[in-house]
């Protein structure tokens, strides 16, 4: 089994900056992909970015997320970051830290393991 953990979130000005972080505890060493999502008000969780736990790989979802966002683990795969910069009012959702034992894929539904979610509020 595999537990997620997320922090970081708050609330911030358009332009600025958070770090969320998520502690991942349990059989980490076989996690293949960890992954970012995040849900607006009335709208489907989507995808943010995910890493490939192998090589390091990234993949962006959203191209409005490029060059702004990024992710990153360690090696231990016991903890999954998203640094946010040059933040939008449009970013505004609550983020979700997700995992699963094969590589990447860009499906909100074939992470089985989730953290609780953490609060990110960009005001105008």
């Known amino acids: 089994e595999v537990q997620l953990q997320a922090s970081g979130g708050g609330l911030v000005q358009t332009g600025g900056s958070l770090r969320l972080s998520c502690a991942v505890s349990?059989?980490?060493?076989?996690?293949?992909?960890l992954a970012w999502f995040r849900q607006a008000p009335r709208k489907e969780r989507e995808i943010v970015l995910c890493?490939?736990?192998?090589?390091?790989?990234?993949?962006h979802e959203d191209a409005s997320t490029e060059g702004r966002f990024t992710i990153s683990t360690d090696a231990a795969k016991t903890a999954v970051h998203l640094q946010m910069n040059n933040l939008k009012p449009e970013d505004t959702a609550v983020y979700f830290c997700?995992?699963?034992?094969?590589?990447?894929?860009?499906?909100?539904?074939?992470?089985?393991?989730w953290g609780q979610g953490t609060q990110v509020t960009v005001s105008s």
């Open positions: 349990g059989f980490t060493s076989d996690l293949g992909a």
């Open positions: 890493i490939s736990t192998s090589d390091g790989t990234t993949h």
């Open positions: 997700a995992a699963r034992l094969r590589d990447i894929v860009m499906d909100t539904t074939r992470y089985p393991y």
